[in-house]
């Protein structure tokens, strides 16, 4: 009779095991339906009630553990991601919102630690790019609680088919019948090297509220015309006050604008920035600049100049994970003297606009595509044209970008510009072509 007895058990615990199986699938299911119906804790509260017969079944701990982080039961939620990664550790869904709740809990080193340990697994696409702004949203935050550094360099090689934004038709006609332009006054084209670094640094002052420096600098050398070359120093210093959705920054810059190695142009701003960020895909942005310009030569051409605008990014679901971003903006640049030389050659008002959108092709590789648009209305008659000049600026810009890892990223990018104008000597054609690597810490 043992073995008919030892049957029996055998044959209840079996039938128990099973039905509660189908229990356990049952309320997990309805946890599912509530939580997706964003009845978050009424999902919680259900998940709740079944919490010592379902726990450490990772499918219910994982259903559970979303739905506390979400109805704001945060450290309920961690203990039943830790009970599946205990038994489970390359869980990456669990382990991706452990991360999430620590950074809910403003636990940032945690949170940083959870997601690399995902970016290290190879996630799909969407999840880099989720992860990605997270990562960006931990960097702002830490700024308020610590002093945090940021350093970048970049090394490019190119092909410019017009150094000098240089028409290419040499013949004009101006108020004193018609003229030739020749030598450096028209379009040349010619290889460069190009190299550019930067630091910023934030320091708290006190919570939600950080003192920042920013310091880059750039070279552009030509093969064979080397009076055209470029080189900037720009430093910006200033506050930032941030909050959990986004910031607000304002400073002073100056800038130091080289051609050929001389100084040409000095540039000081006050400049301010606006930042937010209304769900994790999508950012809004303002900014107002106010800025003076010295030219060193040509006094001219000296002048202040206000400018503002406003932006957008969106991040959409999807195989490629698009990542639509935009901006508007406009402006007025007057003279300092009141010369008719000066107004006519400097006062006009400023518009424009820009588009792009980025496909991610792999979680290495993306590609971008960019268009700009400008234009600019002269309010006084040109002295060598007599009429009121007007300049249409169209840039179309393609880029591929590789990231063999977050630091790291190799560059190709085709650009080709179009300046369009009513007086000839300001109509050009640009084309360029750039290979860079760049290294970010």
Same mark, same amino acid.
């Given at each position: ?79 039943? %991601?830790?009970?599946? @990664?205990? *038994?489970?550790? #390359? ?7 452990? /991360?999430? &709740? +620590? ?47 940021? %350093?970048?360099?970049? @090394?490019? *090689?190119?092909? #410019? ?7 290419? /038709?040499? &013949? +004009? ?269």
């Amino acid at each position: 009779m043992r073995w008919l007895r030892l049957c029996f058990i055998t044959t209840y615990l079996l039938i128990f095991n099973i039905s509660s199986a189908f229990a356990e699938a049952d309320v997990i299911n309805k946890i599912i339906k509530l939580y997706h119906a964003g009845q978050i804790n009424d999902a919680y509260k259900l998940a709740e009630k079944h919490l010592l017969e379902a726990g450490n079944n990772p499918a219910f701990d994982y259903h559970y553990a979303i739905a506390a982080i979400d109805s704001g039961h945060i450290s309920q939620g961690l203990f039943a %991601l830790k009970r599946i @990664l205990a *038994l489970h550790p #390359d869980d990456q869904s669990a382990r991706l919102e452990l /991360a999430r &709740g +620590y950074f809910l809990l403003k636990q940032y080193d945690r949170a940083r630690q959870e997601f690399i340990k995902v970016l290290d697994s190879n996630p799909p696409a969407e999840v880099k790019v989720n992860i990605n702004q997270f990562m960006d949203a931990i960097r702002l935050r830490e700024t308020g609680r610590k002093t945090t550094t940021g %350093l970048y360099m970049e @090394l490019g *090689l190119g092909y #410019d088919s017009n150094v000098s934004s240089a028409p290419s /038709a040499a &013949g +004009y006609t101006d108020r004193f019948g018609i003229g030739t332009l020749q030598g450096a006054s028209l379009s040349m084209d010619d290889n460069y090297s190009s190299f550019a670094t930067g630091v910023t640094i934030h320091h708290p002052l006190k919570p939600g509220v950080a003192l920042f420096g920013d310091v880059n600098i750039s070279q552009r050398s030509h093969e064979d015309i080397s009076e055209f070359n470029i080189g900037i120093f720009d430093i910006q210093s200033g506050l930032i006050f941030s909050g959990d959705q986004g910031y607000f920054r304002i400073g002073m810059e100056w800038q130091n604008y080289e051609i050929g190695h001389d100084r040409y142009r000095e540039m000081i701003a006050m400049n301010g920035e606006l930042s937010w960020q209304p769900a994790v895909q999508t950012r809004l942005t303002g900014f107002l600049q106010l800025a003076g310009m010295k030219f060193l030569t040509q006094k001219h051409l000296n002048s202040r100049r206000q400018m503002g605008g406003a932006g957008f990014q969106h991040v959409f679901a999807g195989g490629l994970q698009p990542v639509v971003f935009g901006s508007l903006y406009g402006g007025a640049e007057r003279a300092r003297d009141n010369l008719a030389l000066a107004e006519s050659a400097i006062d006009r008002d400023i518009y424009g606009l820009s588009i792009g959108n980025q496909l991610t092709i792999s979680p290495q590789l993306s590609l971008d595509f960019t268009v700009w648009l400008q234009k600019s209305r002269y309010l006084e008659d040109n002295s060598f044209f007599l009429i009121k000049r007007k300049d249409e600026y169209r840039n179309y810009s393609l880029g591929i970008t590789y990231r063999p890892s977050r630091q790291w990223a190799i560059r190709s990018n085709l650009g080709y510009t179009e300046g369009r104008s009513n007086i000839e000597i300001y109509k050009y054609y640009r084309a360029q072509v750039e290979m860079s690597i760049r290294y970010e810490y």
